[in-house]
């Protein structure tokens, strides 16, 4: 079982980054499970047809832990792509670190990965690593890997650095090793040779560009991955591609 | 429910017939009242049953008070210590470090190495997502002769999964080494009270050529690392069901609930399973019946017409108790309970039915602070009906007190007896906390 992370800004396109690699994944007949980590709660909604799943720290809100089953947490998407939806607080209440403990616990506590027997889990995280809750799914027996995602937007930049940096803090515990940079563009000046930079800051590589498109907003307005809506697209034909590179990068850590 | 000082207290919340109770929560909850009454063991007295072991406790000053009062009046202050928390380690995100840092210190400065280590995280280590695993890593790999173990002082996890009653008792056995099983020893497990000696289940074992194992005779660590050879284990207080199906599971064990129910049909179905899993026969039921009666009859003869309480600390299945009693003549008036447990359920409906003015009270009610507390003629069984009650004839235990089977009735009708002959000063004999541990094999 392959388990990476994805780190980002927010707003930056990781959960459609993500979505199309588990549908691309999905595809080349791998069993997918994608878990969002994120308040807003929307990682995997173009898997899910443009709806938004029932969240786990919701469900443990309207019913208590003891009455979750696992089939309650998990919503079958595209290809059969398992989501979860962490979910999180309200917006200036609560804890948003905290809540992405308490659904991995109790995904675990469930006994979600051996029950479900994924090939590859991938964890959407959203921005900084901002408190102990999101480093969670970089810990020891979550993500073996981390791919951070930015544009050559200065505040994205500097978030990817602060998220190399924690990678790099965590490094002596055992946690997950930094994988890669994926530049999403934004087609800002000198894009590629910012993130080439940063990449070389951080003593990483870049693992794969996406071009700037129409195509992944005309996917999202049907509520669909780039893969599902228009599998013959330049765009479907880069999102396989980062797949391949992306998992290149995890057998190469799994080997 | 606050309400502003002065206004008379409302005792309606503090009575309720069983005629008009409802299962299983006769009582609302809320706000919570402790009456000082503290048999009932802790987290801390419940650690220290692991023998040469140590414990260190990691929060916050304002909650070390209560556990180092209670290690203080235990008497095993030397095998306690403390890491606070304070807000620049929350600030500073170094708590994992104050964690391995805090320990280790004590470890290098305790004058002889614990062969065990009970850490206790609490509360902020749960909601800063702290990497303990990765805490414990680090101190196993500093002091890889101590054994290390993670037990909880987290009353936020007080209202889903298990109680901290049960993950204490649970964490009991987690350092247990895997072991080759003998099949000639038995264990009992999760009851902080040692078996009454005489008792059939005790009996059984020994008769059967096997060794009894119990956490609370083990005198030391290597001892206590014989329980994991035991084939059989037994649980019989319900706090240490889930922590003894774990062990089982984890180790492979055979598992029996058998608590203590007064109930003489029980009591015969679970010696018949005891007996199977010991490959013998049971003893004979008829002339133990006979024995519980006589005695029991007895008893009622001493304390004749005298009302009767009887509260969930003192036994944990209450209300068939009070079946029993009221079925050899006593005049049980009132039980202490905060709800009603499915295994006593059989009897809360046949009390309804046969005895619906017998009067429930809550125990943790806010209002059972102003509780009378004017019924002196009482016979109470169990500390918390005995301050309710205000009386001085009261038995004295917690936790079922090692009692169990017919033999666990008649004992169990000696110290009514007793209690009602000799009257003890109630103020000084319920307030200590972990009634039978001071001095006791824990220490």
Known sequence: ?255 | MLKRLGEKPDLTQTTVSVGEASYPAPFETGLEYAAPARGVWNIVHTGMLVPESHEIFICAAGCLRGVVLTAAEMGAAERFSTVAIRENNVLDGDMEELMIEGVTDILNKLQRTPRAVLVYTSCIHHFMSCDVTRCYAELRRRFPNVDFTDCYMDPIMRKSGLTPDQTMRSRLYSLLKPAPVDGMSVNIIGSDLQTYPDCELVQMVQQSGRTLREITACKSYDEYQLMATSYLNIAMYPAAKAGCEALCERLAHRCLYLPFIPDYDDIDRELELLAAALETNPPDASALRALADESLFKARAIVGDAPVAIDYTALSHPMELARLLINHGFNVTDLFLDSISTADRDAFLWLKRNYPSLRLHPTIHPEMRVYPRDERNTLAIGQKAAYFCGTCRFVNIVEDGGLHGYMGIIRLAELITDAFENPKDAKIEIQPKGLGCAGGCCL
């Open chain 1, 1 to 255: 079982m392959i388990q990476f992370a994805v780190y980002g800004k927010g707003g930056i396109g990781k959960s459609t980054t993500v979505s199309n690699i588990s549908a691309a994944l999905a595809d080349a007949g791998l069993k997918v499970m994608q878990i969002g980590c994120d308040p807003k709660a929307d990682s995997t909604s173009s898997l899910l047809g443009g709806r938004r799943a029932v969240t786990v720290i919701d469900l443990i809100q309207d019913r208590g832990r003891d009455s979750i089953e696992l089939e309650d947490m998990v919503n079958i998407g595209y290809g059969g792509v398992v989501c979860v939806e962490a979910g999180g607080p309200t917006p200036g209440l609560g804890c948003a670190g905290r809540a992405i403990t308490a659904a991995l616990e109790l995904l675990h506590d469930k006994g979600a990965y051996e029950k479900l027997a994924p090939d590859v889990i991938i964890y959407d995280v959203l921005g900084d690593v901002v408190c102990g809750g999101f480093s969670v799914p970089m810990r020891k027996g979550y993500a073996g890997t981390v791919f951070i995602v930015t544009s050559g937007e200065n505040m994205s930049i500097h978030a990817a650095a602060n998220i190399a940096v924690a990678v790099e803090n965590f490094k002596n515990r055992g946690y997950a090793r930094l994988g890669g940079i994926i530049l999403n563009r934004r087609n800002v000046k000198n894009e590629q040779e910012k993130v080439l930079e940063l990449a070389n800051d951080v003593s990483t590589v870049l693992v794969g560009t996406l071009d700037r498109s129409e195509v992944v907003q005309d996917a999202e307005e049907l509520g669909k991955t780039v893969i599902e809506a228009f599998p013959k697209s330049d765009m479907a034909e880069q999102y396989r591609g980062l797949m391949r590179s992306v998992m290149k990068a995890c057998e190469s850590e799994v080997d």
